[in-house]
């Protein structure tokens, strides 16, 4: 069927442009806290609405292929994928607006803490954002089996965000709720983490047609 | 949990004169299952269906070799007693086929030629049979009117009645809803589904969507071989043969 092809082609370029613009929205929340670029905050505040729009676009084209080509095989696993992967999408964008909201909170509120394990969570993020996108857009899922370990960098980096944050509410009580927002945004930056390896998941299946779960020793934490 | 098998078919091969039309065929047939034939048109589908009531015997030059068994029993061994069979292992065609007489007739007619006579006890046979075919609701205050002034979807659930009337087995539906609208498809696929409880159906589709729906085994025919046989989900999700994967996903040729 040419039409059901032409149409999961133009379905993996949408799914594809809106897998870079959270993982951009991702990358630039963090950076606008680091920075105190409220502007930059701004821009991903606004930029949910369009991950918001194309979540409702993919979602109704994904429903539409369904109706009309009844897709089976590797056909039926790429569109039940691609309405998983866009929820995943979604939330991955509405983490990156949480923590653009924290950016703006923060900067008339500054702190002492220093939020290098923030930055690097942010790089571990980023990247495996953009690894699940490059992956289910080329159908390659080789580079997926780091995923667990780059899962539990997440998780151990958390951690010493949170220890952190606590050793400085305790000398300096007065920003406590400045600090509670840093433990804030390392979750947000691990539930990204969580989300990336979902998408890892789901693009295994519809590459493979077996479903693995990525494992994290220190899940839940 | 496997299942128990009726038919176990192995190595089955079959010539229409000197032209072969089943090549090494093998799959089986679970009980209380519904099993699917899928393929192109000519690949043999119906040819294997008929095979398994031996209502090939019936086409000039046809010969078969090879292993198809009913509980074990070799069904092609000399001796096999192939009314018996037939009555283990009813047939429903594409085209819904009624007797030209009444709708009660329809369904005692194959009782009476098996020697019940008790009126009783065929007016239950009717009764049973045709709630088990859900049409009785639709024909119990007509069921001396012509079989024919029902409509197509009825006249399909009078003749899978009628062959319930017999208490079979196994059912082979050949294509018994290519002749419906969608309804009366629904109908018969809901039919299909509610009869897997006491009996074991094979059913050839040209629908995918129908196999894929209703069945519980699903197995590929490509010109005469059987490319591959798998539970449904298997065959409909991640199908193991390029060949399948191509069919079902409308790549084909
Ligand atoms: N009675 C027959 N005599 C000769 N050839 C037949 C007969 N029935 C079917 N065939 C041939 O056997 C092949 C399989 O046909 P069939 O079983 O009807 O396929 P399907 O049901 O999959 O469409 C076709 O090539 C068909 O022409
Ligand atoms: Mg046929």
Redesign the interface.
């Known amino acids: 069927m040419k039409r059901l092809a032409a149409d999961m082609k133009e379905m993996t370029s949408s799914i594809t442009e809106m897998g870079e613009l959270v993982a951009d929205m991702l990358e630039r929340s963090v950076n606008s806290l680091v920075n105190s670029d409220i502007q930059s905050a701004e821009g991903v505040i606004k930029d949910y609405d369009r991950v918001a729009h194309l979540e409702a676009l993919i979602e109704d084209e994904a429903l539409r292929i369904l109706i009309l080509y009844q897709p089976m095989a590797s056909d039926m696993r790429f569109t039940a994928t691609a309405l998983k992967l866009i929820t995943y999408l979604e939330r991955i964008g509405k983490y990156s607006k949480n923590i653009a909201k924290a950016a703006v909170y923060l900067r008339e509120r500054p702190t002492t803490y220093r939020m290098i394990d923030v930055y690097a969570m942010c790089d571990v993020a980023v990247e495996m954002v953009r690894g699940v996108i490059s992956a289910f857009e080329n159908r390659n899922i080789k580079d997926l089996e780091r995923y667990a370990e780059m899962d539990d960098k997440l998780d151990h980096y958390r951690i010493s965000v949170i220890e952190d944050n606590v050793k400085h509410m305790r000398i300096d009580p007065t920003s406590i709720e400045a600090y509670t927002y840093y433990i804030s945004v390392a979750k947000y930056l691990e539930r990204v983490g969580d989300n990336a390896c979902k998408i890892a998941e789901k693009v295994i299946y519809m590459v493979s047609g077996k479903r693995i779960e990525i494992d994290s020793a220190v899940r839940g934490l | 949990m496997t299942d128990t098998n009726v038919m176990d078919i192995e190595g089955f091969n079959l010539w229409y004169g000197d032209k072969q039309a089943l090549f090494d065929v093998a799959m089986n047939v679970r009980k209380n299952k519904i099993t699917a034939l899928i393929g192109p048109s000519g690949c043999g589908k119906s040819t294997l269906l008929r095979c398994m009531n031996r209502m090939n015997d019936i086409v000039d030059g046809c010969r078969v070799q090879g292993k198809m068994t009913y509980h074990g029993q070799d069904i092609y061994e000399r001796g096999t007693d192939v009314m018996a069979l037939r009555k283990r292992i009813g047939m429903i065609f594409q085209k819904p086929n009624p007797f030209p007489m009444s709708v009660r007739d329809n369904i005692t007619y194959g009782p009476k030629i098996h020697g019940i006579t008790k009126q009783s006890e065929l007016d239950e046979i009717v009764e049973r049979s045709l709630k088990q075919a859900v049409l009785w609701d639709e024909v119990h205050d007509r069921l001396d009117q012509s079989a024919l002034s029902l409509s197509g979807g009825q006249q399909q659930r009078l003749c899978i009645a009628r062959t319930l009337s017999i208490n079979p087995e196994v059912i082979l539906m050949d294509e018994p809803t290519s002749a419906l609208d969608p309804i009366a498809t629904a109908k018969i696929e809901d039919l299909a589904v509610e009869l897997e409880k006491d009996y074991t159906v094979v059913i050839v589709t040209h629908n ?2 129908q196999a ?1 729906r209703i069945s519980d085994y699903t197995g590929f025919m490509y010109i005469g071989r059987m490319i591959e046989f798998d539970r449904t989900e298997r065959i ?4 193991s043969d390029e060949l ?2 191509r069919y ?4 084909f040729g």
């Open positions: 995918m969507q894929a409909f999700s991640k199908p399948t994967e079902i996903t409308g790549r």
